[in-house]
């Protein structure tokens, strides 16, 4: 069994910066696709970044494009999210996710099979 646990939110004033992390334990990084999610208050989870299992492609959701970066450390069993220019809009509990079969990074909440409990971040104007 894979468990993750999130770490780094907070509350930093919009412009500001954040870096995430995800330490996994159980089985090997490595095996997983992952991803970072986010939910907002009220709102439905949303696909935020992926990165595939040898961390040679990432993917962003339109709204972080050029303001977060997602990467990885399969020797420390760690994934990142190195979050720049933090927005108002940003303001959610954040989540990663591993992602064992089938294609490589899907933005499909439903398709991850283990989640962290999450971590808040709070953007203030």
């Known amino acids: 069994q894979l468990q993750l646990v999130e770490s780094g939110g907070g509350m930093v004033q919009a412009g500001g910066s954040l870096r995430l992390s995800c330490a996994a334990s159980?089985?090997?990084?490595?095996?997983?696709?992952m991803g970072w999610f986010r939910q907002a208050l009220g709102k439905e989870r949303e696909f935020v970044a992926g990165?595939?299992?040898?961390?040679?492609?990432?993917y962003y959701a339109d709204s972080v494009k050029g303001r977060f970066t997602m990467s990885r450390d399969n020797a420390k069993n760690n994934v990142y999210l190195q979050m720049n220019s933090l927005k108002p809009e940003d303001t959610a509990v954040y989540y990663c996710?591993?992602?064992?079969?089938?294609?490589?990074?899907?933005?499909?909440?439903?398709?991850?099979?283990?989640w962290g409990q999450g971590t808040q971040v709070t953007v203030s104007s």
């Open positions: 990165i595939t299992w040898s961390g040679s492609s990432t």
């Open positions: 159980g089985r090997p990084l490595s095996r997983y696709n």
């Open positions: 996710a591993a992602r064992s079969r089938g294609p490589a990074v899907t933005t499909t909440a439903g398709t991850y099979d283990y």
